[in-house]
T-cell receptor
Framework: AQKITQTQPGMFVQEKEAVTLDCTYD???????LFWYKQPSSGEMIFLIY??????QNATEGRYSLNFQKARKSANLVISASQLGDSAMYFC????????????FGTGTSLTVIP | DAMVIQNPRYQVTQFGKPVTLSCSQT?????MYWYQQKSSQAPKLLFH???????NEADTPDNFQSRRPNTSFCFLDIRSPGLGDAAMYLC???????????FGPGTRLLVL
């Protein structure tokens, strides 16, 4: 079974609008971490936001917020006020276990911001 | 200041000619990872080091080897590159708590 599922291969959003990128995960471990990364065409993976499984509040980092719904096992990324520079691939990832050192990546969503 | 450095950024090699990719870090993280990423695909974990302990993924081909001589450096050796090994190779580091991974800029490998 897939550990991380991203069902949106491609998304378009108008500049200055908000967009939600979907991510669901599969784990039976009570301790896990969820991550979002941005990968522009240059190839570098840029860390955006982290949510721990025991965190009570949704994580936020500037224009990025993570909509964490534990019961549904979803960890959607919300980007507010989209900018042209947000056009990139976005990967959702999970680390299992408190001391787990394996990260599982989804297949990614390609976001295009339209002027 | 770059925290995870990968050299070279672009590498061209010949079919069957051994090649080594390097990664260094200034974060003093005890975990280092090598990923292979092909075009339009998710990064695929090849192996990782927890300190000096080497952890190989079950489906990583024997053609791929790694060395970590010290905390700061980690190398990926491809003993006999095939055309299918052309990809972006990403190095990453994390602490043992693994709250995030810090990635290097990657090395794009082309096999002729």
């Amino acid at each position: 079974a897939q550990k991380i599922t991203q069902t949106q291969p491609g998304m378009f959003v108008q500049e200055k609008e908000a967009v939600t990128l979907d991510c669901t995960y599969d784990t039976s471990d009570p301790s896990y971490g969820l991550f979002w990364y941005k990968q522009p065409s240059s190839g570098e993976m840029i860390f955006l936001i982290y949510q721990g499984s025991y965190d009570q509040q949704n994580a936020t980092e500037g224009r990025y917020s993570l909509n964490f719904q534990k019961a549904r096992k979803s960890a959607n990324l919300v980007i507010s006020a989209s900018q042209l520079g947000d056009s990139a691939m976005y990967f959702c990832a999970m680390r299992e276990g408190r001391d787990g050192n394996q990260f599982y990546f989804g297949t990614g969503t390609s976001l295009t911001v339209i002027p | 200041d770059a925290m995870v450095i990968q050299n070279p950024r672009y590498q061209v090699t010949q079919f069957g000619k051994p090649v080594t990719l390097s990664c260094s870090q200034t974060l003093n993280h005890n975990v280092m990872y090598w990923y292979q990423q092909k075009s339009s695909q998710a990064p695929k974990l090849l192996f990782h080091y927890y300190d000096k302990d080497f952890n190989n993924e079950a489906d990583t081909p024997d053609n791929f080897q790694s060395r970590r001589p010290n905390t700061s450096f980690c190398f990926l050796d491809i003993r006999s590159p095939g055309l299918g090994d052309a990809a972006m190779y990403l190095c990453a580091t994390s602490t043992s708590q693994g709250e995030t991974q810090y990635f290097g800029p990657g090395t794009r490998l082309l096999v002729l």
